[in-house]
């Protein structure tokens, strides 16, 4: 079960982390990273972030490339949480499916 502690640092990640990839993907058109969840590890030294990217042919693509950058990432996250948080945790990216998920189950109750 989550803490009150990792909930408060997994809503303040998942808020700056969605306005540093808003500005990145600023520049690339055409292409929209969210931030759909952050879950913080008890020990708050690792975030796992849960990417929803569209257009969903280039999310294998865009989710490499924010893996490569991943340390710049972290760096300008920690520019914005300074004074939040004394060491910000390490953070692997996943991308989130359950949209496209929820968007099969529909389909296929569609077809009946």
């Given amino acids: 079960m989550e803490s009150t502690r990792q909930a408060k640092i997994s809503r303040l990640l998942q808020k700056e982390l969605s306005e540093i990839f808003r500005q990145q993907t600023a520049k690339t058109h ?63 990216f996943f991308i989130d499916d359950s949209l496209d998920y929820a968007a099969n189950i529909d389909r296929l109750l569609a077809e009946d």
């Fill in 30 to 92: 055409g292409t929209i990273v969210s931030v759909s969840i952050v879950r913080v590890s008890p020990d708050l030294s690792v975030a796992k972030v849960y990417l929803s990217i569209f257009p969903g042919e280039k999310s294998q693509e865009v989710l490499e490339s924010i893996k490569k950058s991943a340390k710049t990432i972290r760096y300008e996250l920690a520019q914005k949480v300074r004074f939040q948080l004394r060491k910000t945790p390490e953070l692997t």
